[in-house]
């Protein structure tokens, strides 16, 4: 088994020439561009994907190689998957060459292998630059073909810099500073995702509203802001997909992932000196400036300002570029239970939201709008430290009143102000367990 750590990048077609010219700039080890073929499998029931699963065979110049990767993690676009990868005569899966702990438990392999079907393939050149940078071995891989499924097909054009060894600093540092330019954005759906999508008839992916963050049981506090962080990121990345594809309604989603992203950053103030965000906090000043004036702009996604926010975004994320501003008691604070952290600003949100909504009144509501929609924010992140049916009624009361207020529903304002500040705590009022 090998842990694959990959960033990669969609590239736009205007960008292919800029891009190539940084690429051949790099020193190191220059491999000419190579036919891949490769073929997923699945089950008609979808066995593998179920268990995060994705099980490939490559075909490149006459050899042949079987891989599976399993269950891992996505920051951004920096992917970490366990995969592992067997050498084949021909191109014919055998199954039974892999690791038998690589298999959830109770899962029938044989049963399996009987199952298994061609779904998508995917049909592209490679090119290879393998270089040193900092202290790490990194290939830069750059793909251009398409994906295929049944009658619906793609075109792929990424960049991937996978760390051969290393740090995972070195890789995002390179793709900083060598390779980030307009034209180019991180890409947290793989290969394999974007194929299913397409074999399961490729329908229009839909706008979705803010979740709340999942149930967080016993995590500490900086387990909290790792979780709030990584939901805006994936919100963002989301609906960027969608607004560069010309999706009404996926900017404004954009908009709303960086100010959770703000509204993280505000909430955790205690915990984290404000001098260690600076350099995210300009990138993201500088995108929500580009969104408040070109909010229609399909081209925006592909902007040098919205994939430098969002770089910095995953690189303090990945590398919790927190902690060397910390000190001993910062260090502590982020030791502790975010679920007493929870209970403590559920409070102060509480009592926050009772004071600017106390006074009937559409006018005034109006006026305090962009207030409740920060505690909305804030609360979605605190909903971590609870199950969904605990929090969701209290969340749902206040978001019903946000929503009548910028919907223009004059005659809905006062009932649900009346029913929002009407929500029993469902929190613990002392900050304690």
């Known amino acids: 088994m090998s842990q694959e750590i990959e960033l990669k990048f969609i590239v736009h077609q205007d960008a292919l020439a ?3 010219t940084a690429l051949d700039t790099l020193e190191g080890e220059h491999a000419s561009a190579r036919n891949l073929l490769n073929i997923y499998y699945e089950t008609p029931d979808l066995q593998l994907r179920r268990h995060d699963m994705g099980l490939r065979v490559r075909g490149d110049n006459g050899r042949y190689e079987m891989t599976m990767k399993t269950a ?4 951004g676009g920096l992917h970490q998957r366990p995969e592992y990868n067997v050498a084949l005569e021909s ?3 055998e199954l039974a060459r892999f690791p038998t702990e690589m298999w959830p438990q ?6 399996l292998s009987e199952m298994l079907e061609p779904l998508f393939r995917t049909d592209f050149q490679r090119e290879k630059w393998v270089v040193t940078y900092g202290e790490s071995r990194i290939e830069v891989a750059l793909d251009q073909g398409d994906i295929v499924a049944g009658e619906h097909q793609e075109p792929l054009c990424e960049l991937e810099l996978e760390l051969l060894e290393g740090r995972v600093e ?4 390179l793709a900083r500073e060598k390779l980030l330019r307009e034209g180019l954005r991180q ?3 793989s290969k394999a995702a974007r194929g299913y999508h397409l074999a399961r008839g490729n329908a229009l992916r839909e706008v979705r509203e803010l979740p709340g963050m999942a149930w967080l049981p016993k995590a500490s506090l900086e387990q909290g802001l790792e979780a709030a962080l990584t939901l805006a990121l994936c919100h963002w990345q989301y609906h960027e997909e969608l607004w560069a594809r010309g999706h009404d309604g996926a900017a404004r989603q954009v908009l709303h992932s960086v100010a959770l992203v703000r509204h993280t950053l505000a909430l955790f103030g205690g915990a984290i000196p404000r001098k260690a965000s600076t350099h995210l906090r300009d990138k993201l000043s500088q995108l929500e400036e580009a969104l408040a004036a070109r909010p ?5 996604p592909w902007s040098l300002k919205s994939s430098s926010a969002q770089l910095a975004l995953t690189e303090w994320l990945a590398t919790r570029g927190w902690r060397p501003w910390l000190d001993t008691k910062m260090r502590n604070k982020l030791d502790g239970s975010f679920k007493r952290f929870a209970d403590t600003h559920f409070s102060r949100l509480a009592a926050e939201l009772k004071t600017a909504f106390s006074r009937s009144g559409n006018e005034q509501a109006g006026e305090q709008l962009l207030r409740l929609e920060r505690c909305l924010d804030m609360a979605r992140i605190l909903a971590g430290g609870y199950k ?4 969701q009624p209290w969340v749902g009361s206040w978001q019903a009143l946000a929503d009548a207020i910028s919907h223009g529903r004059v005659g809905d304002i006062e009932h649900t102000r009346r029913q929002a500040l009407a929500q029993a705590p469902f929190w613990n009022h002392s900050g304690q367990h």
Request: zero cysteines; glycine letters at 10%.
């Open 388 to 391: 969904e049916v605990r929090w």
């Open 18 to 20: 800029p891009l190539r």
């Open 296 to 300: 229609l702009d399909t081209s925006l």
């Open 72 to 75: 891992g993690q996505t920051i």
């Open 187 to 189: 890409g947290s759906l």
């Open 106 to 111: 109770g899962l029938n392999v044989d049963a």
């Open 91 to 93: 191109p014919e899966l």
């Open 170 to 173: 070195d890789v995002l540092s």
